[in-house]
């Protein structure tokens, strides 16, 4: 079992830093295998360049896909499961990790408009995909003001969709009083490794297909 987990925080300072330490700690002693993108400390470019437009939205596969963009793809065939870890700005993802949706699931890769698309090597689909962010508010109110359905609606219906057979969103909100949630948080944390199993061998046969 492979596990990519995709990072977006620019801050080693961040208490989403820190639940990153302890899901290593936790697939370390599952003895599950992971990789980490860092999508800050790797630099990754967030916008569309005007080529990338190009081939997006005219469907001109003959453009290059950009090498950086091929990288992330390639972890993507890698992993059994992808885990987003990820702050909540504004009621979404940090913006870098918009830009990786919006450059990695490439035209014909990650998804077509058109039946002749045929030569691209498709996105296989993932056995587990969990959203795994930190919110200031806590869980309850995201949830009575309608921003936890919606950041589910966009990460988990959207984003994740049909590329992913099984899908979770964690989300671990309540942080501006963190004395009163870290405790909670961590037990989320500490389960992650023993659901990760579950899911992938539940589903274990079912993945490796590729979307049409």
């Known amino acids: 079992m492979s596990v990519l987990i995709i990072y977006c925080h620019p801050s080693k300072q961040s208490y989403t830093y820190n ?13 599950l295998e992971f990789e980490i993108s860092d999508l800050y400390e790797i630099g990754f470019q967030a916008e569309l360049t005007e080529s990338e437009y190009r081939r997006e939205g005219l469907f001109n596969l003959d453009l290059e896909i950009s090498p950086d963009v091929r990288i992330e793809q390639e972890k993507i065939e890698k992993a059994d499961c992808i885990i987003f870890l990820y702050p909540v ?7 870098k990790l918009k830009g990786w949706f919006d450059r990695v699931y490439s035209v014909g890769y990650a998804y077509s408009h058109k039946d ?9 689909t993932i056995n587990y995909g969990i959203s795994l962010c930190t919110a200031g508010h806590p869980n309850n109110f995201l949830e009575e003001i309608g921003i936890a359905e919606s950041m589910r609606k966009v990460m988990v219906d959207d984003r994740m969709g049909q590329r ?7 989300l671990l909100g309540g942080t501006l009083d963190l004395d009163n949630v870290r405790d909670k948080h961590s037990e989320i944390i500490k389960d992650l490794g023993k659901r990760i199993k579950t899911s992938i061998n539940n589903e274990h046969g079912a993945g490796g297909s590729r979307l049409a």
């Open 116 to 124: 002749n698309l045929v030569r691209i090597k498709k996105m296989k």
């Open 19 to 31: 639940i990153l330490g302890q899901l290593k700690k936790v697939l370390i002693s599952e003895n």
């Open 89 to 95: 700005w504004w009621s979404d993802c940090p913006a």
């Open 164 to 170: 992913f057979l099984k899908k979770d969103m964690l």
